[in-house]
T-cell receptor, first 113, second 113 residues
Framework: AQSVTQLGSHVSVSEGALVLLRCNYS??????LFWYVQYPNQGLQLLLK??????LVKGINGFEAEFKKSETSFHLTKPSAHMSDAAEYFC???????????FGAGTRLTVKP | ETGVTQTPRHLVMGMTNKKSLKCEQH?????MYWYKQSAKKPLELMFV???????ENNSVPSRFSPECPNSSHLFLHLHTLQPEDSALYLC????????????FGEGSRLTVL
């Protein structure tokens, strides 16, 4: 079975500061890993995905994530937070056929002026 | 605009009512999903349809009844719901089951009185 664990249900940073959202995964097969963002009253939007190509993945809105197999991690980072980054972020994992995507509990990011 | 449209966006119903949620995707995908998102809980996968065939039912109570008449449309029929069923119901689609990225609709916010 596959699963992800997001460390920290709530992260608060100042505008312009580094954003680091943590995600660890568990998978018996090579995983596909994803980060999604959810703004209030909206669905989930894909930020970026890892599908066994480059281990450093760049996404939209200046976010990136690094796949580290030795640490079973896929942490999301952004060098400089913007007020518009305030949202809920979900890490997710899926595998090969018939392995449906499983989501973490989410991390709410607050950006202070 | 993700190509996945959900209606209604908001629904209030009594415990004895019967209502339906609708999802339509314009992406040519073959797999469609229902997820339940409750406060302070991870997204819960409810149902999966792959090429119009139901391939997953995660022990969902029978008061939730899915229907997938074709690869573009997915319904969730609701009857005799409980207040704890109040949640955001998200529809998603993908090229086929287990093939990676999910595309989400904006969700239907359900309140059961």
């Amino acid at each position: 079975a596959q699963s992800v664990t997001q460390l920290g249900s709530h992260v608060s940073v100042s505008e312009g500061a580094l954003v680091l959202l943590r995600c660890n995964y568990s998978s018996s097969v090579p995983p596909y890993l994803f980060w999604y963002v959810q703004y209030p009253n909206q669905g989930l939007q894909l930020l970026l995905k890892y599908t066994s190509a480059a281990t450093l993945v760049k996404g939209i809105n200046g976010f990136e994530a690094e796949f580290k197999k030795s640490e079973t991690s896929f942490h999301l980072t952004k060098p400089s937070a913007h007020m518009s980054d305030a949202a809920e972020y979900f890490c997710a994992v899926s595998g090969d056929n018939n392995n449906d995507m499983r989501f973490g509990a989410g991390t709410r990011l607050t950006v202070k002026p | 605009e993700t190509g996945v449209t959900q209606t209604p966006r908001h629904l209030v119903m009594g415990m004895t009512n019967k209502k339906s949620l609708k999802c339509e995707q314009h992406l040519g995908h073959n797999a469609m999903y229902w997820y339940k998102q409750s406060a302070k809980k991870p997204l819960e996968l409810m149902f999966v349809y792959n090429f119009k065939e139901q391939t997953e039912n995660n022990s969902v109570p029978s008061r939730f009844s899915p229907e997938c008449p074709n690869s573009s449309h997915l319904f969730l029929h609701l009857h005799t719901l409980q207040p704890e069923d109040s949640a955001l119901y998200l529809c998603a689609s993908s090229q086929a089951r287990g093939t990676g990225e999910l595309f989400f609709g904006e969700g239907s916010r359900l309140t059961v009185l």
